[in-house]
C-alpha cells in the first residue's frame, strides 16, 4: 500500500462547477499538507499550504484536512478552463524535509 | 526574479550511456531537492542538499545514482549507465532555507532507448 492515495482521474467537469479532490494517507506522522497544480510539461506549483487539522481558504481554492480520518481535500469553486492541470498532494512530517506525493489527479474543465 | 532552471530540457540517451542533469536554484535559496516523476505517476523524492551537504539521500533509487552540488548553488544529478527504466522527468526544485514551501523548476525530461 502506498503512503499516500490519490484517484487519477481523470475528472472532467463543466466550467463553474465545484470540483472535489481528495488524497489519504496512511502515516499519522505527517503534519504538513499541501497541493500542487501541475500544467502539461510544467514543474508543479504550490497551491495550498496547511500545517495539520482544518481547513484553509485562498479565493476559489479551499484546502480541507481531517486528521483523524486521514484524508485531505481541495475544493475548487467556479471552476474555469484554465484550472485544467493534473493537482498533486504531497504531504510531510515535523522536521522531515521529504515530501510524499499523491499520484496526481488530472482534471480537465470544459467550457 | 528567475526561477529554478534546469538544464538539458529534453535528454534522449541510449542505454548504458551516462547523463548529466543540472539544475540552478533560485538565489538565495540553501535547499535544494531533485524529485523524480514517471509517466502519469506522483513525484518520487531523490536527494535533499543543505548547502553543500545532503543529511538525506535516502531516495537515490541506485548507486547508479548520484548528486552533488557546489557553491550552494549549482547540483548536478548524475545517472550512470542509464537504463530504460530511468526514463521519467527529473525535477529540481529549491527553498530559501529547507522549508515545506518549494520552488519546482521545469524538469529535464530524460529518455533512455
Known amino acids: 500500500q502506498k503512503e499516500v492515495e490519490q484517484d487519477p482521474g481523470p475528472l472532467s467537469v463543466p466550467e463553474g462547477a465545484i470540483v472535489s479532490l481528495n488524497c489519504t494517507y496512511s502515516?499519522?506522522?505527517?503534519?504538513?499538507f499541501m497541493w500542487y497544480r501541475q500544467y502539461s510539461r510544467k514543474g508543479p506549483e504550490l497551491l495550498m499550504y496547511?500545517?495539520?487539522?482544518g481547513n484553509k481558504e485562498d479565493g476559489r481554492f479551499t484546502a480541507q484536512v481531517d486528521k483523524s480520518s486521514k484524508y485531505i481535500s481541495l475544493f475548487i469553486r467556479d471552476s474555469q478552463p484554465s484550472d485544467s492541470a493534473t493537482y498533486l498532494c504531497a504531504m510531510s512530517e515535523q522536521g522531515a524535509q521529504k515530501l510524499v506525493f499523491g499520484q496526481g489527479t488530472r482534471l480537465t474543465i470544459n467550457p | 526574479g528567475a526561477g529554478v532552471s534546469q538544464s538539458p530540457s529534453n535528454k534522449v540517451t541510449e542505454k548504458g550511456k551516462d547523463v548529466e542533469l543540472r539544475c540552478d536554484p533560485i538565489?538565495?535559496?540553501?535547499?535544494l531537492y531533485w524529485y523524480r516523476q514517471r509517466l502519469g505517476q506522483g513525484l518520487e523524492f531523490l536527494i535533499y542538499?543543505?548547502?553543500?551537504?545532503?543529511?538525506?539521500k535516502s531516495g537515490l533509487p541506485s548507486d547508479r545514482f548520484s548528486a552533488e552540488r557546489t557553491g550552494e548553488s549549482v547540483s548536478t544529478l548524475t545517472i550512470q549507465r542509464t537504463q530504460q527504466e530511468d526514463s521519467a522527468v527529473y525535477l529540481c526544485a529549491s527553498s530559501p532555507w529547507g522549508g515545506n514551501t518549494i520552488y519546482f523548476g521545469e524538469g529535464s525530461w530524460l529518455t533512455v532507448v
Open positions: 496547511t500545517y495539520s487539522s
Open positions: 538565489s538565495g535559496h540553501t535547499a
Open positions: 542538499f543543505q548547502g553543500n551537504s545532503a543529511p538525506d
Open positions: 502515516n499519522s506522522a505527517f503534519q504538513y
